[in-house]
């Protein structure tokens, strides 16, 4: 499958790696953390991708799995999270940025449980 999102993922994978925090909140854009670091581009890229960035990190996220997001991943944290939502059922997308991992909430539709440990023990 194609991931579309892929630049706009790195690009925020690029700003968690600096330091940098991106959160909606009542559908705003908002940008926290080390700011003295953005230099001019980063800014005028971020004001440019906001849409893009609002849209990626508009999906609601589960209280089990906040923990998870708004930074980059160890890959054993990722592995945790990724077992977190298997049994919550929560469709969570992986994209390996920077030497981590970042999670996004998947989009689309998502086999059920039962459909996925079919599928993988080859039944």
Do not use: C, H
Request: glycine letters at 10%; charged letters at 30%.
């Amino acid at each position: 499958m194609i991931d579309y999102n892929k630049p706009i993922k790195i690009f925020l994978g690029n700003l968690y790696y600096i330091g940098i925090t991106v959160a909606v909140e009542d559908g705003r854009l908002r940008v926290g953390g080390q700011t003295d670091k953005l230099s001019p581009v980063y800014r005028d890229e971020i004001i440019k991708r906001r849409e893009q960035l609002i849209d990626l990190l508009s999906p609601p996220i589960p209280d089990e799995l906040r923990r998870y997001f708004g930074r980059l991943l160890r890959v054993d944290e990722l592995v945790e999270a990724l077992g977190v939502a298997e049994r919550i059922d929560a469709n969570l997308q992986a994209t390996p940025v920077n030497g981590g991992w970042i999670v996004t909430m998947g989009q689309g539709l998502r086999p059920t449980v039962k459909e996925r440990r079919k599928a993988r023990n080859g039944a």
